[in-house]
């Protein structure tokens, strides 16, 4: 990862050809060797990580929750106490919850990894000189990408050349209507939302066509430090919400 103090981090401020020497790249793009050693240094340009989690990795996390640790809890308690009815009631509301999020959440990866092995999203980027089709994942800091109306954005990008480019940026600043991009130099307080020298991860072009210089991929991208923030608190599902209240509605009822 490039440090904090790196004048990349505020790369919308920096004239596009000094952004090319910070990072080590020509106006020709990148060469294959040095693209590969790059994809080693910052590894694949996606926001979750490529290995993926074993079955048994997959069902333990379903019971890490707080909800099912006081649970698990309750029903010790309930053995020390020898109330053996009340320890395999909220054993068996523990271990049905467990199993249908193991189930619903395998069901769900296997289906993206179905549909990604179908689908597989590309880039233009200039590799040794010429353009070439790269998957999105294997876009590294310094490709020079070339966009054309319909092209998701592979990383944060500078621009380098614009021509009559507007790019939906919704999903990340919720702006309704597409926003005009254009080369130049911005100060470096610019907000998110102004920097209108500056391509985002989860944005695409809607129309005009464009050349810029990939600043940050992954989870370095604005894009990818919203999805690092959301995931040290998931969601509670309805069934662990209705599984909570259940099982403290029958503690209530059994032990006062």
């Not at 069901?107 to 000189?129: C, F, I, K, M």
């Not at 109306?149 to 021509?163: F, K, N, Q, T, V």
Request: charged share 20%; net charge negative.
């Amino acid at each position: 990862m490039i440090p904090p103090t790196n004048p990349l981090n505020i790369f919308w401020s920096l004239p596009p050809n000094l952004a090319l020497t910070r990072l080590h790249v020509t106006p020709g793009g990148l060469d294959g060797v040095e693209a590969r050693k790059r994809l080693q240094l910052y590894g694949y340009n996606t926001l979750k990580p490529k290995k993926r989690k074993d079955s048994l990795a997959l069902l333990v996390a379903q019971f890490k929750s707080p909800i099912i640790i006081i649970l698990l809890f309750a029903t010790g308690l309930s053995f020390v106490l020898r109330d053996v009815t009340d320890a395999l009631i909220i054993l068996a509301i523990i271990m049905i919850s467990g199993f249908l999020g193991f189930w619903q959440e395998r069901g769900a990866v296997d289906a993206v990894e179905q549909l990604l092995s179908v689908v597989q999203v590309r880039a233009t980027a200039l590799r040794d000189g010429d353009s070439r089709e790269v998957p999105v994942e294997e876009i590294v800091p310094g490709d020079i990408v070339i966009l054309n109306a319909g092209d998701i954005i592979p990383g944060d990008c500078l621009l380098l050349e614009s021509r009559d480019l507007f790019v939906d940026e919704a999903s990340l600043t919720g702006e309704t209507y597409p926003v005009e991009k254009e080369t130049g130099t911005l100060d470096d307080k610019t907000p998110l939302s102004r920097r209108t020298n500056s391509l985002f991860m989860g944005t695409h072009v809607v129309s005009g066509s464009a050349k810029a210089v990939v600043v940050h991929t992954g989870l370095d991208t604005e894009f990818g430090k919203i999805s690092e923030q959301l995931q040290f608190r998931p969601p509670e599902t309805e069934f662990d919400a209705a599984s909570g209240a259940l099982a403290t509605s029958f503690l209530r009822l059994r032990w006062y």
